[in-house]
RNA sequence: GCCCGGGUGGCGGAAUGGUAGACGCAGCUGACUUAAAAUCAGCUGCCCCCAGGGGCUUGUGGGUUCGAAUCCCACCCCGGGCACCA
């Protein structure tokens, strides 16, 4: 007996794969349809589809065979919904990883990333992503980061590109300086060691200037909250005021900010921040001085590794000075204390111990006064002058709600705290002692990395001219060959002194490059502008190519981006705006943040032993399979649990679907089976519900049920199969195919075309449910009594609501519930239910 | 501490004011088979039952409503983000 015939996604799939290969059928060209101008014909309206880019270490995993699962769905939903769509694939490729390799092995980072890149692009094949080839490039190459180190300079001539020396953050493991966003409770994110600060001299992008607006703009994008909740945070914003304390003896005012001048007249001593440049200075000739250096000396060498915590005790050292309480003429004493931060707001603070904790931690630990400036809601009476000793109990302070004003002034006790703050700011701005302010926590980009495999940065210095820019028709300046890849302190590129020592741009004379390359990050703040116009060697892009394509309409990635890259290419997008490069605001217009992929309960991790590589499971089971499943076992944006059984599961599904095409495919046309009208009637109603099932559900990014839908469909085709017309089922799973076809396209591809003699399901449009099928004359209305369920019966679609109470009356359950009560009242809800309320 | 998510059968999940548990997994029964696998048909939240039904059930406790998994209040637990940011 010969063998049924199997479903075999291993022959089905590379059969697809190779169609569209030869057919390029994913790409997209720049060209606009000019003939339909004139053929009164609407050009397509265009789609950006894009997933992150991948950053090419190894083999890809499962969570990238998910992002591209789900932007593939997206993608095949907008080509067949009438757009032209762009869904492009790069490679972020510079990076430590495969420097760090280079560094154990010897092997060239730029070798090991070919391989991987190779790796990655196989897979993306063997998925059958539809993907636009044509455009496809890594960060590494020198067409690629020509561009990106033009964007520099651009931003250098704009002041947004700027060089100074600042205290750091420096990871002494990976042997570079790091961004603000890369140090996580004082450890590098990458590698986990312990960030030192070092006072060094770096590059700087200037995105604080871009705080507002990358604040305010959050508003008119669609992204999930969460992630717009963690830029908000992120930027931090504070509004309140700077007022000036003035050292007398040195002639000094030392600004502050504050989010309270409410409590203004409770501030009982200022503190600053070791860092803060005048600690020394002011410390210089008192008994205390040489207290402050070695505190200063102290906390400088320690790091920020405690300094972030709230339960360590507070510690400090008087500097032995007084400034100028500007609202009352007091003099209060001046310390430097470590819980002081020199990155925000002025490095120094009012101290005001009765309505801050910190403050008030500190006052405590040092015996200073502590004063209640406002009244809580425990209505303590206020004596005298306001002022307790630390220490003394239960006072409710620190206090730091809201309230009226008390120990102030005579103009401002009484008042509620947030109206006293107003009217003490104004009375700052007129007497010259402060003003409104607003404070960011956000801190300008650092982008110089000591490293090797990055982008150079197209500097060089001259000692006549100092910093020099390359000048754009030198660019790029390419990466050199260097024989060691460690990292001493300084940049590896320091070593190939032939590729150092050049001239200057601008004076001829000698000159040293910039030896430091630039933060990864950089390179994929604008890749997604470079897909539209990615071979254009005379400029990074023609805006006209960008018009076309951008802003990016559907963005998908991780969640662990909320920060980071989506942050800067925000801030790539202004800038280039600002400078005329770009006539839109926001790269990505809605967002979408898929959930982690994991093994029972926990990460996949080679260390857990818990990794499902998709190679193995694509080649056993297809990617059909492994995409589906993987979109089929939760909402997409949770987090998943892999589960094998739940995958065959899927599998199961996918070789039923072609087991019956084929049956159907191979039966004569027009033959009813003799279940007459009822069941084709049934199977087609069936197929428009689950078009209009998963049309809503791929709207809303709901794979999951989408995926169940068609399921339906074709469990409800099994079950008729005997009964149904032929003509019918082949409708039913002709529409099964063309639905499921974004998440299983090979399997989806060869059902179409085996039912419907060899026309291309992705040529299709998206099928359209018709509403006739989708209201029903006859529908089971539920009877309740008293909100319970009690019985069904069949009601007819156009009944009246009187027509419906009294069909529900008559339902035998109804009225064995109802019965002996008295009825209070009925409410009828057309096409669902009535609900009879009895006592 | 503050700000977001989330808590539903044995499991993943569905339902966003109207029949709780779609769909899938696992389990059980039957068909086919010498047998197994595959496949197909059916059952499957818990408890009671005179087999018609009845009671209970969406983390806990209240509330609003004819009606609550869904809205409101309080609390518990899990996950994430921020956190000496003045």
Redesign the pocket.
Known sequence: MADEPRYNPLEIEPRWQAVWAEERTWEVSNELDTSSRSGGVEAAPTSYVLEMLPYPSGEPHIGHLKCYAVGDAIAHFHRRTGHRVLHPMGYDAFGLPAENHAIKTGVHPRDSTAESIASFQRQFRSWGISIDWSREFGTHEPRYYRWTQWIFLELYKAGLAYRREAAVKWCPNDQTVLANEQV?DGHCERCGALVEVRQLEQWFLRITDYAERLLGDLDGIEWP??VK??QR??I?R?E?AEVVFRCEELGVDYP?????PDTLFGATFFVM?PEHPDVIRLAEGTEHEQAVRAYVNQTLTDGGEE????E?P??GVPLGRAVTNPVNGEQIPMFVA????M???T?A?MAVPGH?E?DH?FATAFGLPIRRVIEGDDELPADGDGEELPGDGDDGLPYTGDGPLVNSHPDFDGMQNREALRAIVEWLDREGKGHASI?Y?LRDWLVSRQRYWGCPIPIVYCEQCGAVPVPEEQLPVVLPEVEDYAPRGRSPLAAAEDWVNTSCPSCDGPARRETDTMDTFVDSSWYYLRYCDAHNDEAAWDPAALRQWMPVNQYIGG?EHA?LHLMYARFFTKALADLGHLDFQEPFQALFTQGMVTKDGSKMSKSKGNVVSPASIVARYGADTARSYIL????PD????W?D??M???H??L??LWRMANEVAERGEGLPSGGGAQEDLLLTRKAHWAIDKVSGDLRRF?F??A??AV??LL?DC??MRERADVSTQRFALSTAASLLFPFAPHVCAEVYDRLNDGERVWEQPWPQADQTYLEQAVY?L?C?V?????D?VQANADATADELKQLCLGAP?VR??IDGKQIV?E?V?PG??V?I?VR
């Open positions: 996580v909250e969460h909740t963690m945070n992120w931090g504070s309140g502050v900010f504050t989010t309270r921040a300094r972030g915590s709230l360590k507070k510690t470590d819980y002081v931060l990155e925000y707001g490095g603070i801050d910190r931690g404070n926590r969640v920060i089929f076992v939760g909402p949770q987090d998943a649990d589960s059984e739940g065959e599961g899927v199961r599904f070789s039923r709901a999951n049920t995926i169940a399921m339906e469990n099994s079950r089971e539920v309740q008293n909100g319970k369920l009690r069904r359950n064995a519930h009242k409410i809800v669902k239910l609900n309320v």
